[in-house]
């Protein structure tokens, strides 16, 4: 087996270093969405081809979806993020978990537009709080509808190992919930099917995290002079 260039060895662990180093908002740096089971591996490499718009669909995701995701319910451990198309072209082949580059394209994918030319990005993430209520419960519905009226998300998909979720920005949200979790596989909200019900509080209201979390956005987003 040939041993790979040394110098050109270096050169890509740079690279890949300075990549990490980019911040994208005041908690969330890009190395915490470069690594990746397959990637590692594999070797094969997870760094964007267009960085630019990688960082610029990135940080959205960041400052609009995972920032006041962390300020309402606490820290969130990030399971899946930016994928370039070679990684994840190479888990969709083999059945690793990874939806086509198409399907990607404008999520896992940052620095492609998706199918209607919009920018986007998508990271799979695990909420402890939810974990831990859909461990005792199997509710996770809950959680949801509490995202849906406070995050001005895109697409929500919902996983059966830690409940953890897919949450995606897109220029042109689609405003979509899914799961794979039994017996509620399939769509919860999905506007050209699926209307969401007008009320959603009594969904979540009961739940004590979301409880506190609701009264904890309530107050940031009214201020220090409580006035909005």
């Not at 990746?36 to 400052?63: H, M, Q, Y």
């Not at 929500?156 to 995606?168: D, E």
């Amino acid at each position: 087996m040939q041993k790979p260039d040394p110098e050109l060895v270096t050169s890509a662990v740079r690279l890949t270093e300075d990549i990490g180093r980019i911040r994208l908002s005041k908690s969330f740096f890009f190395r915490d969405f470069l690594y990746s089971e397959v990637a590692t591996v594999t070797g094969l490499p997870n760094i964007p081809s267009d960085l630019d718009a990688a960082v610029w669909a990135g940080r959205r995701l960041c400052e609009d979806i995972l920032e006041p995701l962390q300020e309402m319910l606490g820290p969130i451990r990030i399971r899946s993020g930016y994928r370039s198309e070679t990684v994840n072209r190479y888990g969709n082949h083999h059945r690793l978990g990874c939806a086509s580059n198409q399907s990607n394209y404008g999520r896992h994918i940052w620095d492609r537009l998706d199918e209607r030319g919009a920018r986007g990005a998508m990271a799979c993430v695990v909420l402890p709080p939810l974990t831990d209520h859909y461990q005792r419960t199997g509710d996770w519905q809950s959680f949801a509808w509490f995202l849906h009226d406070h995050l001005p998300y895109s697409e929500m998909t919902f996983f059966t190992r830690l409940a953890a979720f897919n949450i995606g920005w897109s220029e042109e949200p689609k405003r979509t919930i899914d799961s794979f979790i039994s017996p509620q596989k399939g769509y919860l909200v999905r506007p050209d099917l699926l209307m969401a019900p007008d009320n959603h509080g009594p969904k979540y209201v009961n739940v004590p995290a979301l409880k506190t979390a609701a009264a904890r956005r309530a107050q940031h987003l009214d201020g220090p002079e409580g006035g909005v």
